[in-house]
């Protein structure tokens, strides 16, 4: 299944292998690979004065622009071009080349997932203003003396830009005058008057480097022995892929971080994958206080100055360990050694347009490559993950204790079908049953801090009319609008669409008949400040929290116990650790088991032990409330029960059976486009040219579930494979007997995740 070319880089491309002649060198020419939805490498002259070598960045003329790219190995099967044809390469730029291997993640990248190998180098060349050397900083601080300046007045604005500087660095001025809530002007009169001075900024300084010898807590014996492990095959260096399980609140992140230290003592970089780094203001502290320094991180979240300064830095080798989403992974790392991918069951790790793929396995691949160590960390690895493990192709590590003698917290069930939620007086629909309006009371009185899980953004996720029957649609998506009531408004999930709540009816015109249907997680706080008003609450949703910087705020709020009763979807099962949290409620366990998603019993699985896995970490024992229609499902069994490897391994043998993914291979073939007959017509077209054979079956084409998306209608093809049978060759053949009509796209998805 793997394309990737192993060619051996070569210094210097000339058109004779006689050696260059200055007649020669003025016809070289070079593959140069853009960073474009493009597959082939385009052909440039090189200018005598350059040499060029395989990895170079490079500034070449493109249609009436000028366009980065890399120099690319060449391609035996191209056709030779006539120089006179030929454009010429504008400059080599003055970063390092892309590594050989970097070269080989690319090809390989592209040809697993079935992108064009320019679509996946973009990705590595994401930031393309990195490739300029960045203009001198100038920073401002106190000028020596400034205390003399008595003459100068000082305003309120001025004062505020001097507090700001009261000992820390020179700061430059966009972010000083930003941060003190003045003008840059403010800043440049306290220079004009004396008082400020300006210096020249180095760019470096944000990258210190970590300390890899500054000691870290003492650990476990348990956790002595998985950090000795890791240790040893970070430090050597050497592909292997570990997964580092453990019950949460073990301190996985303590025994991983060992690891680290010891890949950057070998003076190796370190790429550490977290699924919402957003969310992971508490990890970027004990990171920092292990090492003595904040890593380099990267995410959507970041400003333009951030990703240039921090693109150079890892290509440069500044950064020495960089802490980010899934594109991290595609960063032109000068010397990584090793990789840690945090929550490796996360569902965020799956990366869902342009190149489709998922970064946990892609980790493994930049791994086998790069020739170094992978680890993967979870409480609850997926499934592919245990076969490999099972298989001997990875090695595991177990922590089945606690930190510091906590105990995993008592999950017990709540039946809704025999304790349902009791009606308030006054009050709409309720959600909450009495053994958990009891459990919460109890937690409250205690002084601990109480979490309700539901995984639902907004108010309510339907409205309808209560006269007609009518239900308020997106009219871009086949998908109801959710009410979000705080924000004022009507939103679909899918494609950001929004509305006002109408005052009547669309369909039958009667004024006040809509009514909300179900709840989200406001609609639960609504409910919560009714039952317990003296309760201090919280919602927790990626939509309730603008950025990363609120998130932060809201995080360090529950662990400072300025909140009571927390509410929340999914975002509050990511890796928290709130030690008076000794509650957790599940509002409703069965949201997300049906359907049809082959791994809808997994991830609920998943997502509720992790949530479950915020109570009683630390001192105080915890308890967890799972409400349930389903009691006797076997996920909720396993919840109950802490069967958790049981649960797997009927799991295991179901996908078995049923020659699903990790046992089989599944791809997706998704058509879309703006007119349904051309689509309907696309996918009959496909249908009848689908390959077959022993071990391959092709399903649909079918409407897909979402079977309209931002007005494009969509069907879905799923081919599965026996694991032996590689679809992406499959997948080719087939296309290439078939002319798509215009206006009709089509994505592929190997190894599909989601099925909408
Ligand atoms: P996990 O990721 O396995 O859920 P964490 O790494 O978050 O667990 O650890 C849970 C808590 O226990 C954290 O606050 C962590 O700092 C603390 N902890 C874990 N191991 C140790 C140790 N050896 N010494 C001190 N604190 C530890
Ligand atoms: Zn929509």
Redesign the pocket.
């Known amino acids: 299944m793997a394309n990737a070319q192993t060619s051996a880089p070569r210094r210097g491309i000339s058109p004779s292998e006689s050696g260059p002649s200055g007649n020669q060198r003025a016809n070289a020419q070079v593959a140069v690979l853009l960073p474009l939805p493009l597959s082939g490498a385009y052909h440039y002259l090189v200018p005598p004065d350059l040499d060029l070598a395989p990895g170079d960045i490079v500034r070449v003329p493109l249609g009436g622009r000028e366009v980065a790219g890399v120099v690319w190995e060449p391609d035996a099967a191209a056709p030779a071009v006539p120089p006179e044809k030929l454009k010429t390469v504008v400059l080599r730029y003055d970063v390092p080349a892309l590594p050989p291997v970097q070269r080989r993640f690319v090809e390989w990248v592209a040809g697993y997932t079935m992108s064009a190998r320019g679509a996946v180098l973009r990705m590595a060349l994401s930031v393309p203003a990195a490739l300029d050397p960045p203009r001198p900083a100038t920073g401002y601080r106190p000028a020596p003396g400034a205390a003399e300046h008595a003459e100068v007045k000082l305003t309120p604005a001025r004062r505020r830009v001097l507090a700001e500087l009261a000992n820390g660095p020179a700061r430059p001025l966009a972010e000083l005058s930003r941060a003190a809530g003045v003008t840059p002007g403010v800043v440049k009169g306290l220079q004009a008057a004396g008082v400020l001075e300006t210096v020249s900024l180095s760019n470096a300084l944000s990258f210190a480097a970590p300390d890899p010898e500054r000691p870290g ?4 014996p348990d ?1 002595a022995a998985a950090a000795a492990a890791l240790r040893a095959r970070a430090g050597d260096g050497g592909f292997s892929v570990t997964l580092l399980d ?1 019950v ?7 025994v991983y971080l060992e690891a680290v230290a010891a890949a950057l003592g070998a003076g190796r970089q370190v790429l550490v994958l977290l699924p919402e780094i957003a969310l992971s203001a508490q990890w970027l502290e ?1 990171f920092a206080a292990r090492f003595g320094v904040r890593p380099a991180t990267w995410h959507s979240e970041m400003t333009m100055a951030q990703r240039r300064a921090t693109w150079r830095a890892i290509a440069f080798g500044e950064a020495r360990i960089v802490v980010g989403a899934r594109s991290a992974l595609f960063l032109p790392y000068a010397e990584l050694g090793l990789i840690v991918v945090d929550e490796e069951h996360d569902a965020a790790y799956k990366q869902e347009d342009g190149v489709i793929y998922h970064a946990r396995d892609m980790a493994v691949v930049r791994g086998r490559l790069g020739e170094i160590p992978v680890v993967l960390v979870s ?1 609850t690895p997926s499934l592919e993950t245990v076969v490999n493990l099972r298989s001997g192709r990875y090695r595991g590590l177990h ?1 089945a204790q606690r ?2 003698g906590a105990s995993l917290p008592e999950v017990s069930l709540v039946d809704l079908r025999r304790d349902p939620p009791p009606r308030i007086e006054g009050h709409g629909q309720s959600w909450l049953s009495g053994a958990l309006r009891t459990a919460i009371r109890e937690a409250l009185a205690e002084g601990e801090q109480a979490l309700l899980f539901l995984n639902r953004r907004g108010y309510a996720p339907l409205t309808l009319c209560r006269t007609c029957g009518h239900r308020l649609q997106c009219p871009r998506c086949t998908a109801w609008l959710v009410e979000h009531r705080l924000a004022a408004r009507l939103q679909c999930h899918h494609c950001g669409y929004v509305a006002a709540l109408p005052e009547s009816c669309p369909e039958c015109g009667q004024p006040g008949t809509l009514a909300a249907c179900g709840p989200g997680v406001e609609r639960l706080a609504e409910e919560a400040a009714t039952l317990f008003p003296e309760a201090r609450r919280a919602i927790m949703a990626s939509d309730t929290l603008p950025g990363p910087s609120a998130a932060a705020e809201l995080l360090q709020a529950v662990q400072d116990r300025e909140v009571d009763l927390l509410i929340g979807t999914q975002i509050v099962a990511k ?1 928290h ?1 709130f030690p008076y949290l000794t509650l957790v409620g599940v509002v409703d366990a069965d949201l997300g088991l049906f359907g049809g998603d082959l791994r809808a019993a997994e991830r609920t699985y998943q997502l509720l032990h992790q949530v479950a ?1 915020r109570a009683g ?1 630390a001192a105080h024992a915890g308890r967890v409330l799972i409400q349930t229609a389903e009691p006797a499902h076997p996920v909720m069994q396993a919840l109950a029960q802490g069967a958790r490897d049981a649960f797997l391994a009927v799991e295991a043998e179901t996908r078995e059976c049923a020659g699903l993914p990790p046992f089989g291979r599944l791809a997706a073939l998704i058509l879309s486009g703006a007119d349904a007959p051309a689509v309907e017509a696309a996918g009959t077209a496909l249908a009848r040219q689908a390959p077959r054979g022993d071990g391959i079956a092709v399903l649909g084409p079918a409407p897909a579930p979402l079977a309209v998306l931002r007005g494009r209608h969509r069907r879905r093809f799923l081919v599965k494979t026996r694991r032996d049978i590689a679809p992406q060759r499959l997948i080719q053949a087939w296309l290439a007997r078939v002319e798509l009509p215009r206006g009709v796209r089509l994505q592929i998805d190997i190894d599909p995740y989601s099925f909408l």
């Open positions: 807590p003492p650990l476990s956790q453990g949460t609140g073990s301190g996985k992140t303590e004990r409480a922590l930190h510091g890796g650790h896995g970490r």
